[in-house]
C-alpha cells in the first residue's frame, strides 16, 4: 500500500528529521537512509519500521542537525597537524632557511580543521531519531488506513457481485440433467434410435452425468471462502497474505465449477465471475 509519512524531534544536541514512504511490493522491503556514522542503528530504524510495516516497500531517509542554540564544534586532527608542521621543519632544513607556516595554511590543508561538525554519538542521536521515527510511522498508518477503507469498501462490492454470481450458478444447475436428458434424446432420434425415456441404458447414462456435473461441494466452498474474505478483512491483524490465498481457492472453485457444469450459460457466468475476481486479486496485492 501506498503511503507518507514525516516526523521530527529535538534534544539537547540534534534535531531528527524522518521521512517514510511506501509503495506497493508483495514482500517487505525497508530500505534506510542514514548519516554514514549512524550506520550502527539501521538495524535498529529497520525493525521499528518492519513492526508497523508488514508488506511493501517502505523507503527511510533520516536526517540530523545541531540543534537551535547548540554552537557547532570545531574539530582538530592532531595527527595531521603535527604532521603538516614537521613537513615545514623538513623543509626548512632542505633549502637552510626558516619556512614557517601561515594560520592560512593550516586553514587550507583539508582536514586539519573540520568546521561545523563534530562526532555523533550514536545513542544521543537515537534519542532524536526514535520519537521522529515514531511520528513518521504515525502518519504513514493513517494515510495507508483510508487507502485500505478505500479498498475494503471495493472489494465488498465485488463480493456482493460474485455472490450474485454463484447464486445465478446454483439455480441454473439443477436442470442441467434435465437438459442433457433432452440432448441425449435428441441426438438418438437423429440417429434413428428411437429409446424409451424410461430405458434402463438412458436411465444409467443420465444418473453418471448428473453426478459428474454436481457442483454443490464446490457452490459450499465458494459461499465459505467468501464469508471467509469479509471475516478477514474486519481482523486486527494484516490479511494481505490470507485474502490472496482465498483469492486462488476461489479461483480453483469456479475454474472446477466451469469444468464440472459443461453448460454455455454457466460457463459464461464463470467468465463473468472470472473478471471480477481478478480486479480484487489485483487489488489484493497491495493490502498489506
Known sequence: MTGFGRGSAVTG?????????????????????????????????????QGTVSRGRVQVSVSLEHAEGCPAAVRVDAPLASAFEAAFIALSELLGRDVVPSAADFLRQPGVLAIGSREMDAETAWSAIEPALDEALAQLTTMRAREGADLSADFTARLHTLDGLRQRIAGGAPGRPLRQRELLLKRLRELGLELDPADERVVRELALFADRCDITEELTRLDSHCAKFREYMQAAEPPGRALDFLCQEIFREFNTIGSKANDAAIAQTIVEAKTELEKIREQVQNVE
Not at 16 to 43: D, F, W, Y
Request: net charge positive; glycine share 2%; aromatic share 2%.
Open 13 to 49: 544536541a540534534w534535531l531528527a528529521k524522518v521521512e517514510l514512504s511506501t509503495v506497493n511490493r508483495k514482500q517487505a522491503e525497508v530500505v534506510v537512509q542514514l548519516p554514514r556514522e549512524l550506520a550502527e542503528i539501521e538495524g535498529r530504524v529497520r525493525k521499528q519500521v
